[in-house]
């Protein structure tokens, strides 16, 4: 019998679910699982209604509403039309499509990319879509999930499938290990400080080496999550012992004689030794301090230890004009101390960090402080229902709001502007999320994305502040 070549992970999962492929390379795709929500599924749904025609797989597909819901109280009216309209929208489409939903005040909503996991809805081996850019969060399972458009949104509608060409394979290997307080956010801006913004073009990354085994599942959720602002077409981490433990017993994973078969099968697909990579790139995990964005690019970061850049410092004149763009909106200097920036605003949440150890993290910092004067908003949105109420049973909630922080409900909150959450013009936020684009978090916003421990040390500080001058080793 012919051996077959070494494989990666993702093409172990490419050719577990191509069902035919034309002679330009263009492959028609099973998906497993879609996740939806109210921002990307409206004209899908009503080209749905036009054409006649039903979900094929309503079974495959969770709706939750997350990117327009207040934070605060839910039993109040929803003041924005067009956010209400959107919210109102998906709960009439999930019902006459016959789609489980978890509405605004089901106890299971929360952001998509958190409530996923959680219902053990994402499961390494499948291909999970999204019509959001940070479906790759699911890759921490060893699941390929990326985010598609809304014509893609109605084609797995009304398919379960999807027209894609393959990706290339990209090995990004985080070697040694963390140094103090240093976060899988960390890691994450360091590799997109190091390859750019379009670094992993074309590829699917796979995350491997010593700090990325030593990462928990929900550091490794928020490495995932960011693979797109490395540029990449989603991101893996190969399941483990600590994925199947995550995943055991949760409602949708698969249960009894499934489980211990689905972990039998789960176990084979790490890569092949040998298997081969079209770029791979190293990165000393030791080196790595806590990091900073300085501009409007989730590349633009730097130490905390460290200064503004100056325009000139970079060897490329597209990006010498980009930095002095940059610098522009963000009403920064070069040779400013990353540590002398104030910040008025704090965020953390989001789907990058929102997970219960985010905030025992940050509430670990905050503990016996308080937030400084000059901040004027301070929130804590956590990810889902079910860690809000983990976090109240371990008083997380109580350390944040004596602290002087807002502890709200969950939702995309401050990460983007489309809820009641934002960043006045002309004021800087410390956060958590995941992009820092001009506006992104309001008109005129500027962000500084963070670890949730770099976050809650500006929070009390009032400033950009090296977290390792807060905590006790």
């Known amino acids: 019998m012919a051996m077959t070549a070494p494989r990666t992970l993702y093409d172990k999962i490419w050719d577990d679910h191509v069902i035919s492929t034309r002679e330009d390379g263009t492959a028609l795709v099973f998906i497993d699982r879609h996740l939806i929500h109210e921002v990307t599924t409206p004209q899908a749904f009503e080209a749905l209604r036009t054409a006649g025609r039903r979900v094929r797989r309503p079974d ?17 009216p929803i003041a924005d039309p067009e956010s209400r309209t959107q919210l109102e929208t998906l ?11 978890f509405a605004i005040d089901a106890p299971e909503q929360g952001i998509v990319h958190v409530i996923g996991p959680e219902q ?53 290997n985080v070697t040694g290990s963390l140094g103090f307080s240093i976060s899988a956010k ?23 080496g010593a700090v990325i085994e030593a990462l928990s599942m929900e550091g490794r959720m928020t490495l995932c999550n960011m693979s797109i602002e490395a ?17 055991k017993d949760k409602p949708r994973s698969p249960q009894g004689a499934e489980w211990e078969a689905a972990v039998a099968w789960w176990r084979t697909l ?62 920064l200097t070069p040779g400013t101390r990353m540590e002398d920036v104030p910040v008025e605003n704090i965020f953390i949440g ?34 889902s229902g079910l860690v809000k109420r983990q976090a109240e049973a371990e008083g997380l909630d109580q350390i ?42 309001g008109p005129g916003s500027r962000t500084h994305l963070m670890s949730p421990a770099m976050a809650a040390a500006a929070a009390v500080t009032g400033r950009l502040t090296d977290v390792r001058q807060l905590v006790v080793r």
């Open 231 to 247: 540029g990449g077409r989603a991101g893996l981490i190969a399941p483990d012992e600590k994925t199947f433990a995550y995943l």
């Open 60 to 76: 495959l597909v969770l709706a939750v509403p997350d990117h327009n819901v207040p934070t605060t109280d839910r039993r109040a």
């Open 400 to 441: 944040f709001t004596e602290a002087g922080f807002e502890w709200r409900e969950p939702g995309c909150s401050m990460c983007l502007g489309m809820n009641p959450d934002k960043v006045p013009p002309g004021e800087r936020c410390a956060s958590t999320s995941n992009r820092n684009f001009v506006g992104r978090q």
């Open 350 to 383: 989001s789907c990058t960090n929102s997970r219960i150890e985010d905030l025992r993290v940050a509430a670990a910092v905050v503990k016996g402080r308080q937030v400084a004067g000059n901040v004027r908003q301070a929130l804590v949105v956590p990810g």
């Open 120 to 172: 053990g809805f994402t499961l390494p081996g499948t291909t999970i879509v999204c019509g959001d850019s940070h479906t790759s969060t699911h890759g921490a399972f060893g699941a390929l999930a990326f985010g598609i458009g809304t014509t893609e949104i109605e084609h797995v509608f009304a398919t379960q499938t999807l027209l894609l060409k393959k990706s290339r394979n990209m090995a990004v």
């Open 270 to 331: 790490p890569t092949d030794p040998g298997a081969h990579f079209d770029r791979e790139v190293t990165i000393d995990g030791s080196a790595i301090a806590p990091l900073v964005t300085w501009g409007t690019s989730p590349e633009d970061v730097v130490p905390i230890t460290g200064t503004v850049p100056a325009p000139d410092s970079f060897e490329e004149a597209g990006k010498r004009e980009a930095a002095a763009r940059s610098l522009e909106y963000m009403g």
């Open 91 to 101: 709960l009439e489409n999930c019902r006459e499509f016959g789609i489980e939903l």
């Open 186 to 208: 960390d890691v994450a801006l360091a590799i997109t400080g190091t390859i750019g913004t379009a670094g992993a073009t074309g590829h699917v990354i796979e995350y491997r």
